[in-house]
């Protein structure tokens, strides 16, 4: 699978971004995606959880009532919806899908990465 994200910018505080995740490949629908983010000088955090089907989610604390994200099987993509946008929320921003069963917030538990999109929240 081949992940290919898009859809960051620059944006003011308050401000909303739709980041979108295309994937290659006919299986996309056999995996689990999620979101992390990396800030500068910090580590990859987890932000969401999308599984297979779209039927179970998950978010990180600091995005909860924020974000969502979402996947269409269909044309092998995944959302995240970014609102209320703060400029601690400034990172890049990688979007992943996991095969195996056992955890979705750990990086270790995904197989395949996207290149990234740079999201810069201005206050």
């Known amino acids: 699978v081949q992940l290919q994200a898009s859809g960051g910018g620059l944006v003011q505080a308050g401000g909303s971004l739709r980041l979108s995740c295309a994937a290659s490949?006919?299986?996309?629908?056999?995996?689990?995606m999620g979101w992390f983010r990396q800030a500068p000088g910090k580590e990859r955090e987890f932000v969401a959880y999308?599984?297979?089907?779209?039927?179970?989610?998950f978010y990180a604390d600091f995005v909860t009532g924020r974000f969502t994200i979402s996947r269409d099987n269909a044309k092998s993509t995944v959302s995240l919806q970014m609102n209320s946008l703060k400029p601690e929320d400034t990172a890049i921003y990688y979007c992943?899908?996991?095969?195996?069963?056992?955890?979705?917030?750990?990086?270790?538990?995904?197989?395949?990465w996207g290149q990234g999109t740079l999201v810069t929240v201005s206050s």
């Open positions: 992943a899908a996991g095969f195996a069963a056992g955890g979705f917030r750990s990086s270790k538990y995904y197989d395949y």
């Open positions: 490949g006919r299986t996309f629908s056999s995996y689990f």
């Open positions: 999308i599984s297979q089907t779209g039927g179970t989610r």
